[in-house]
């Protein structure tokens, strides 16, 4: 498996896994949810939303990162600047955190055939290494807390990634929110650069 930025030529398998078999959330979100405001993602069509990725991609900088295994996308990871996610920049639920501004990684896509083998991670890893080569002074991420029992969570509150997570790859648990996802609450994990 290798992972690198999306581009125009992983663009048809990246839509695979999205239309196909990345659960059903994907088929409309296309990875638009944290990047526009609430009232227009709520009045987007999931073909509006895939144009706007589709264009995100063309003209770059890439807005994330794809897994690649025999030529299929079989995850992705979108990271960009914070203020590139328009709905976490006007978040009432979802606090700044003091520090220098921040790159953001908001959502994972696992193909479900590929799903308990390590891909999250290896993709926040790599989301990681792209925004600090980028100049990122620091990244963040607004993960599922699913609690101490670290019980099973379904795979469409789990697109933001889980706490223990971003905790294995380094983040700090750096402010509470009071957003949640498939009843489980978020943090703002965050890891500075030195």
């Avoid at 994907?26 to 987007?44: G, L, N, P, Q, Y």
């Avoid at 264009?55 to 203020?83: S, Y």
């Avoid at 590139?84 to 700044?96: D, F, G, K, L, T």
């Avoid at 790599?126 to 080569?133: L, M, P």
Wanted: charged fraction near 25%.
């Amino acid at each position: 498996m290798r992972i690198e930025p999306v581009s125009p030529v992983t663009w048809d398998a990246l839509v695979d896994l999205f239309a196909h078999r990345g659960g059903p959330d994907t088929r409309f979100c296309w990875c638009m949810f944290w990047r526009v405001r609430s009232k227009d993602f709520s009045e987007a069509t999931p073909a509006a939303n895939r144009e706007r990725l589709r264009a995100l991609v063309e003209q770059g900088p890439p807005p994330g990162l794809v897994a690649v295994e025999d030529d299929r996308v079989i995850g992705w990871v979108g990271v960009a600047p914070r203020p590139e996610y328009q709905r976490i920049e006007h978040s009432r639920v979802i606090p700044r955190v003091e520090g220098p501004l921040p790159w953001a990684i908001p959502c994972f896509v696992v193909a479900k055939d590929a799903r308990g083998r390590g891909i999250a991670d290896a993709l926040l890893a790599a989301a990681v290494d792209h925004a600090r080569a980028a100049g990122a002074a620091a990244v963040e991420g607004y993960p599922i807390d699913p609690g101490a029992d670290g019980g099973r969570v379904r795979d469409t509150s789990a697109y933001v990634g889980t706490r223990a997570m971003f905790e294995r790859a380094g983040f700090r648990i750096a402010a509470p929110t009071t957003s949640v996802s498939g009843g489980a609450p978020r943090v703002v994990a965050r890891l500075d650069f030195p």
